[in-house]
C-alpha cells in the first residue's frame, strides 16, 4: 500500500498518542480492578467504545459495515482486543508489575517475528535486531529491582506469565495480518467494529465463568473506567490502527518500550514511585533502542520517503510560481 508524506505525519502523531495514552492505562487499569473483575473490565470497555464510535461515525454519515464483512472483524477483534488485553488484564491479576513490564516488552519481538513469517513481510536485519536488543536491554534495567525472587514461583503466576504470552502473540497475529486485509472502511470504522466485537467475546467469557456476581463500582474505579473507555479504548486504538495501517510493523510495536517509561514516570507522579537514576538511564537506554529501529528502513522504503519528499517540495514550489 503506498502512504503519502501526509499520512506518513500523521501516522507518526498516532503512533505518539499510542504511546501517551496506553502508557497511562496500565494505571486505570490497575485501578478498576480493585472492583471490577478482569473478563468484563475489558469486555464491557471495548464493547461500549466500540458501540459509541460506531454510533458517532454512523451519526456523521458513514454506513456500518455489510454484514458479510462482520467475520473477518470478529476475528481481529478476537485476536486483537479478546487476546491482545484480556491476557494482559488477566495476568496483571497475579503477575508483579515490574515482571509484567518485562514481559509485555516482548511484544516487538512477537509483532517482528510474525511479520517476517508473512507473504511479503518485513524481514529481519542486523540493525532491526540490534534496535529491538538495546530497547528490551532498558526495559529489563528499569524493572530489574523487581525481578528479585520475593515470594515462591506458584500456579497462578506462571498463569499470568502464560496469559501476558498469549497476549503479545495473539496482539502480534493480529497486527500483521489486519495490514494485509483490505476492509473497505475508513479506519475509525475498522477500529469500532473490532472494539465491538472484541469487547462482546471479552464480556461473553466474564459471564460464562460468572464474573457478574462479581463486579461493582466506586468513585474511583467508575472514572478509573471511563478514563479506559473513552480515551484509552477509543483514542488509543483508532491512533494505533492508523499508525499500524501506514507505518512498518516494526516501527509500530515499539510503543511497547515507550508506554512502559511512561508507566513508570507516572507512577512516580500520582504513586510516588521511586524515580532515580537507574530510570533515566533506562529511558536513555530505550529511546536509543527506538532511534536504531526507526533508522533501519528496508532501501524501497527509503526510495518511498525520497519520492513523498520530492513531490512535496515539487507540490510547494508550483504553488509559489502560481
Not at 491479576?93 to 510474525?114: E, R, Y
Not at 502464560?162 to 475508513?186: D, F, M, N, Y
Not at 537507574?278 to 529501529?293: E, F, N, Y
Not at 528502513?297 to 527509503?302: D, G, K, L, Q, V
Request: aromatic share 10%.
Amino acid at each position: 500500500m503506498s502512504v503519502s508524506a501526509r499520512q506518513r505525519r500523521l501516522a507518526w502523531f498516532a503512533w505518539a498518542a499510542v504511546c501517551l495514552i496506553w502508557g497511562t492505562t496500565y494505571l486505570g487499569m490497575r485501578v478498576a480492578l480493585d472492583t471490577m473483575p478482569p473478563l468484563l473490565l475489558g469486555g464491557l470497555r471495548w464493547t461500549v467504545a466500540g458501540a459509541l464510535l460506531a454510533a458517532v461515525l454512523v451519526m456523521r454519515g458513514e454506513r456500518l459495515p455489510p454484514p458479510s464483512t462482520w467475520p473477518r472483524f470478529a476475528v481481529f477483534g478476537f485476536l486483537l482486543l479478546g487476546l491482545g488485553n484480556g491476557g494482559v488484564v488477566v495476568g496483571e491479576q497475579w503477575v508483579s508489575s515490574g515482571l509484567t513490564a518485562v514481559t509485555i516488552a516482548t511484544t516487538p519481538f512477537w509483532m517482528v517475528g510474525f511479520e517476517a513469517l508473512m507473504p511479503g513481510g518485513e524481514r529481519w536485519t542486523l540493525g532491526k535486531a540490534l534496535g529491538l536488543g538495546v530497547g528490551f536491554a532498558g526495559i529489563l534495567l528499569l524493572v530489574s529491582p523487581g525481578l528479585s525472587p520475593g515470594h515462591p514461583i506458584d500456579r497462578h503466576f506462571l498463569l499470568g506469565i502464560l496469559a501476558i504470552q498469549i497476549a503479545c502473540a495473539g496482539w502480534a497475529v493480529g497486527t500483521s495480518w489486519r495490514k494485509r486485509e483490505p476492509h473497505g472502511q475508513s479506519v475509525a470504522m475498522a477500529a469500532a467494529m473490532e472494539m465491538l466485537t472484541g469487547g462482546l467475546c471479552l464480556t461473553l467469557c466474564g459471564t460464562v465463568i460468572g464474573e457478574w456476581t462479581r463486579l461493582s463500582f466506586t468513585g474511583t474505579t467508575l472514572t478509573a473506567y471511563v478514563y479506559l473507555t473513552l480515551v484509552g479504548a477509543i483514542g488509543g486504538f483508532v491512533a494505533f490502527s492508523y499508525a499500524a495501517e501506514h507505518l512498518p510493523v516494526a516501527t509500530v510495536s515499539l510503543y511497547a518500550y515507550i508506554n512502559t517509561v511512561i508507566a513508570v514516570v507516572l507512577g512516580a507522579i500520582v504513586l510516588g514511585e521511586p524515580f532515580g537514576p537507574r530510570t533515566i538511564l533506562s529511558m536513555v537506554v530505550i529511546l536509543t533502542g527506538v532511534a536504531i529501529v526507526r533508522r533501519e528502513r528496508p532501501a524501497t522504503a527509503r526510495a518511498v520517503v525520497v519520492a513523498d519528499l520530492g513531490a512535496t517540495l515539487s507540490g510547494r514550489a508550483t504553488q509559489r510560481t502560481d
